[in-house]
């Protein structure tokens, strides 16, 4: 298989676009008796990367939850999905976090 052919088949979009879905309708499923929330879908990131201004002010966070092929981040700064897999990129906007990604992530930085 060529490198574009994996290109075209490591459905990048796909994977990018369903994150966002899932950050926007607040839908997943979960064994979390209380149903979807920000904690829970979080437990098993492999990073956060905080943005803060020159005063430690919270502004957002980086969120990688897919590593290796493709690598996926959450930026709830700009409020998008950010996709990367080769020289392909892919960015999707979700504009409304139903589980609350941005408010858990600000008292997590909070915290420390």
């Not at 899932?22 to 956060?48: M, W």
């Not at 002010?57 to 950010?82: C, D, H, M, S």
Request: with cysteine.
């Amino acid at each position: 298989m060529t490198q574009a052919q994996v290109k075209e088949d490591n459905g990048l979009k796909e994977q990018v676009k369903h994150i966002a879905e899932t950050i926007r309708t607040g839908h997943y499923e979960t064994d979390n008796e209380d149903g979807p929330n920000a904690y829970d879908y979080l437990k098993d990131v492999l990073d956060i990367q905080y943005i803060i201004s020159s005063d430690k002010k919270y502004l957002g966070a980086r969120v990688l939850v897919a590593f290796g092929g493709p690598n996926i981040w959450i930026n709830t700064q700009t409020q998008t999905v950010e996709g990367y897999w080769w020289g392909d990129t892919c960015h999707i906007s979700y504009l409304n976090d139903s589980l609350g990604l941005d408010e858990y992530l600000e008292e997590l930085y909070l915290c420390n």
